[in-house]
């Protein structure tokens, strides 16, 4: 009977040194794994960060094309009007010329 606690003691003690192994190497492995979650945790805030900063950065965009856009539809406005008024100026030149050299004309005609 004692050859037999013998034998259990000995499996159980040989059971024990493998479990203090075993937990040994999992709080070794739990360190890994901590330092895994805090570069994981750091990783996800950071791409939540730059998310956010690229999300501005669109928006500040988005803005500033409208704006140019505007002052692009105004200026395109205003050189609408120039050219026009600058049509007008011409077609007015043209009818003076006209006149002048027709008036020219009749003067040739009565001196003649």
Do not use: P, W
């Not at 492995?29 to 570069?39: C, F, G, H, S, V």
Request: proline share 0%; with cysteine.
């Amino acid at each position: 009977r004692s050859k037999i606690i013998e034998e259990l003691s000995q499996v159980r003690t040989e059971k024990l040194n493998r479990v203090k192994v075993v937990e040994k190497e999992k709080d070794n492995l739990e360190d890994a794994k901590n330092e895994a979650m805090q570069y994981m945790t750091k990783e996800r805030e950071l791409s939540c960060f730059k998310s956010k900063e690229y999300q501005m950065f669109k928006l500040e965009a988005v803005e500033k094309q409208k704006v140019l856009t505007e002052k692009k539809e105004t200026l395109e406005h205003k050189l609408h009007k120039i050219k026009e008024s600058g049509s007008n100026r011409r077609a007015k030149v043209d009818e003076k010329e006209a006149e002048y050299k027709k008036a020219v004309k009749e003067k040739e005609n009565l001196t003649k």
